[in-house]
């Protein structure tokens, strides 16, 4: 399941703030293409969040994974930030 496999390979331990940010925002988006378009997209970020929060509290970037899927189920989407190189 790519959801599984999405938040293994964010689950990297403590990694530099921006860092975390960065891969967060990648893993969410991988996730995200991965929805069927007829899925209902509360539901599946409802049972994401359930599968993430536990290695988010040894993971930042699964944190911010987390802190994603909660945000975009009680606020308006809104583009992410670009992170300029």
Same mark, same amino acid.
């Given at each position: +399941?790519?959801?599984?496999? @999405?938040? !293994?390979?964010?689950? =990297?331990? $403590?990694?530099?703030?921006?860092?975390?940010?960065? +891969?967060?925002?990648?893993?969410? =988006?991988?996730?995200?293409?991965?929805?069927?378009? #007829? #899925? &209902?997209?509360?539901?599946? !970020? +409802?049972?994401?969040? $359930?599968?993430? !929060?536990?290695?988010?509290?040894? #993971? &930042? !970037?699964?944190?911010?994974?987390?802190?994603?899927?909660?945000? @975009? $189920? $009680? @606020?308006?989407?809104?583009?992410?930030? +670009? %992170? %300029?190189?």
């Amino acid at each position: +399941m790519l959801l599984k496999r @999405t938040i !293994a390979q964010l689950d =990297l331990g $403590t990694l530099s703030p921006e860092r975390a940010r960065e +891969m967060g925002e990648l893993g969410y =988006l991988q996730w995200l293409g991965a929805l069927p378009a #007829s #899925s &209902n997209y509360l539901h599946e !970020a +409802m049972y994401a969040y $359930t599968l993430a !929060a536990p290695a988010a509290r040894r #993971s &930042n !970037a699964v944190a911010v994974f987390c802190d994603l899927l909660i945000a @975009t $189920t $009680t @606020t308006p989407v809104e583009p992410l930030a +670009m %992170m %300029m190189a």
